[in-house]
């Protein structure tokens, strides 16, 4: 069961985040609901990278080696031998190769943020209750993760 702390005021809700930091409450354990944006809960509570440049990484990396083994095996299975030119030139491969990296690289970034933000769940961007003009600290227990 969460530890739940309601406040009204702004200025008490920060000092009560502040005073759980200094007191040494892992902030993976708080989860803070405002009513509107408050930048200073960003400076209070530490913040973890992002998982989903790991997603952008490797399909940027699949999208360019994909555009590259689509060109060479392409042009190896149908040559056209023209003037003395090799068969395969890598300059006009090139040009695939980054369209693809671009290509693959955003759609591996979307299905990353969907897929690590639990999206589309309403449950996980919309709470049950209607908080109002509310500031709620919750304070999950230790054990669960």
Known sequence: MADRRIFEDREQFLEALRRLVREGVPGERIRVITPFGVPEVEEIL????SEVRFFALVGAASGTVTGLAFTILTSLSWPLIIGGKPIVSLPPFIIIA?????LFG???TFAGFLLLSRL???RGIRSG???G???IIL???GERR
Request: hydrophobic share 40%; net charge negative.
């Open 98 to 102: 980054f369209a693809l990296t671009i």
């Open 139 to 141: 304070i999950e227990d």
């Open 133 to 135: 003009n509310a500031f």
């Open 106 to 108: 955003a759609l591996s």
């Open 120 to 122: 589309p769940s309403l």
């Open 46 to 49: 530490p913040g973890k990278r």
């Open 129 to 131: 209750e209607e908080n």
